[in-house]
């Protein structure tokens, strides 16, 4: 019997919001190591970064290493191993996993320099909850938010008999849970002591998530929506049954929404 060979699928990706993907293995850039001087942030760093104040730069994921920091020489790329890690179930299948999913080079005007926000104070009684910066010091290589990236993933039919499109529709749905965590926890966040503009942004984060789950989709749709990269907090991590827990909460403030939010378009080769 003659094997087949490996399907071609053509994916493309729209990010919703800004999009954290830093290598473990790589601390950083250091001002004080001599990494990077206050002038190498002028091109990259976002209106609301206070360069002044930025000790460490965590880099976005890149080929090579770099003695400095330097964003106009620098390979970036999204790694397929961080797309195939959102869909669900597909490490837990037996034998080999059937799908294959290259990475993306991502143009280097699209990366650019944030801080994090974090919603801060959750679980504390004594002080009023509020949006502020999370590690105010550090900067964050992301990519912008409304960029969009084709790709390619090859799946083996004599390895699986789940199609790709079995594994982004769990994903999905699995995404689309999470969001609804987020949704309630805010409600709750909401009803609590927070000042005014803060209120405001977190309203705001509600009702953008609420929009893109309301958003119609086709039963044939062949766009998913997915989670990606790091900042997600455990609400957007995983699927709990129960309230209350605690999780931090992330979210990119320009576009007020979670951090890695991203639809994903399959499109099965003709070759």
């Given at each position: ?53 930025v000790n460490i730069i965590y880099p976005f994921y890149q080929y090579g290493t770099y003695p400095r920091y330097a964003p106009a020489e620098t390979q970036y790329y999204i790694p397929g191993s961080s797309i195939k890690g959102a869909l669900t179930r597909i490490g837990a299948e037996e034998g080999k996993p059937s799908l294959t ?171």
């Open positions: 019997m003659t094997r087949q060979s490996p399907r071609k699928y053509h994916y493309r990706m729209k990010t919703y919001s800004t999009l954290v993907l830093s290598p473990r293995d790589h601390q950083g850039f250091y001002k004080a190591a001599g990494d990077f001087a206050l002038e190498d942030l002028d091109k990259r760093a976002s209106k609301h970064v206070k360069k002044d104040r999913i290259d990475d993306i080079r991502v143009k280097n005007e699209d990366i650019q320099l944030y801080h994090l926000q974090k919603v801060q104070n959750l679980s504390k009684e004594d002080a009023p909850i509020e949006i502020d910066e999370f590690f105010p010091n550090v900067a964050v290589e992301m990519l912008r938010a409304d960029s969009e990236y084709a790709g390619e993933l090859f799946y083996d039919a004599s390895r699986s008999e789940n199609k790709p499109e079995h594994y982004f529709r769990e994903a999905d749905q699995a995404t689309r849970t999470k969001l609804k965590q987020l949704i309630q926890k805010i409600k709750e966040i909401l009803e609590q002591e927070i000042k005014g503009e803060d209120r405001f942004n977190l309203n705001e984060l509600r009702n953008n998530v609420q929009a893109i789950l309301d958003e119609p989709k086709a039963d044939n749709s062949n766009s998913y929506l997915l989670i990606l990269g790091g900042y997600k907090g455990l609400m957007l991590s995983v699927i709990s049954g129960r309230d209350g827990y605690k999780s931090a909460i992330y979210l990119d403030k320009m576009n007020r929404l979670p951090h890695g939010l991203v639809q994903v378009t399959l499109e099965q080769s003709s070759e």
